[in-house]
């Protein structure tokens, strides 16, 4: 099986600052990662993804660190926004488990003016 | 443009009473799931179906079941909900089982059981 946390459950960042939020996993055959963003009211929104064979992945303001010796994932936001006020997951897929995903418990990120 | 929808967006049914929640999609994906996700948690895999092969989950209730008559749309069926069964419910398309491939999410359907 597959249990995913978080380290923090509410994180809060100035705005213009930058933001980190940590997910841990614990099947050392997980391959496959993704951070989804989830507003009040509405459905998880795709983010960014990262597949074992890689460390580090970089979107559009947004990072994603893979560390698989210590099962830790991150997900860093340059220049944190009002707009990425929301809910974070982490969610983590496993060798031969096909595309099901196992979610974190999510991170509340409040931005302040 | 390619999407998830989901209809209605709110729900309210009585205890008991049956209740269906609908997904439909454009984007032609193989896969789709239904999870259902708890105030203040995270969503949770009830199902999903690999095109018309359905694919339950070992611990969700026979409470819940699903239908999809084709690729585009998929049901929720709730035969006989209970106050814990209030929660949102979220579908979610995949291109491929098989492929290590991101999730879409639809915006959800609230339920709220009277």
């Known amino acids: 099986g597959e249990s995913v946390g978080l380290h923090l459950p509410t994180l809060s960042v100035q705005e213009g600052d930058n933001s980190i939020i940590n997910c841990a996993y614990s099947?050392?055959?997980?391959?496959?990662f993704i951070w989804y963003k989830q507003e009040s009211g509405k459905g998880p929104q795709f983010i960014i993804d990262?597949?074992?064979?890689?460390d580090k992945r970089q979107g559009q303001r947004v990072t994603v660190l893979l560390n698989k010796t210590v099962k830790h994932l991150s997900l860093q936001i340059a220049a944190t926004q009002p707009g990425d006020s929301a809910v974070y997951f982490c969610a983590v897929s496993i060798t031969g488990g096909g595309n099901k995903l196992t979610f974190g418990t999510g991170t509340q990120l409040k931005v302040e003016l | 443009d390619a999407m998830v929808i989901q209809n209605p967006r709110y729900q309210v049914t009585q205890f008991g009473k049956p209740v269906t929640l609908s997904c439909s999609q454009t984007l032609n994906h193989n896969v789709m799931y239904w999870y259902q996700q708890k105030s203040s948690q995270a969503p949770k895999l009830l199902f999903h179906y690999y095109d018309k092969d359905f694919n339950n989950e070992a611990d969700t209730p026979d409470n819940f079941q699903s239908r999809r008559p084709n690729t585009s749309f998929c049901f929720l069926d709730i035969r006989s909900p209970g106050l814990g069964d209030a929660a949102m419910y979220l579908c979610?398309?995949?291109?491929?089982?098989?492929?290590?491939?991101?999730?879409?999410f639809g915006p959800g359907t609230r339920l709220t059981v009277l």
């Open positions: 990262i597949r074992s064979n890689m």
């Open positions: 979610a398309t995949s291109r491929d089982r098989a492929l290590k491939d991101t999730q879409y």
């Open positions: 099947n050392s055959a997980s391959d496959y």
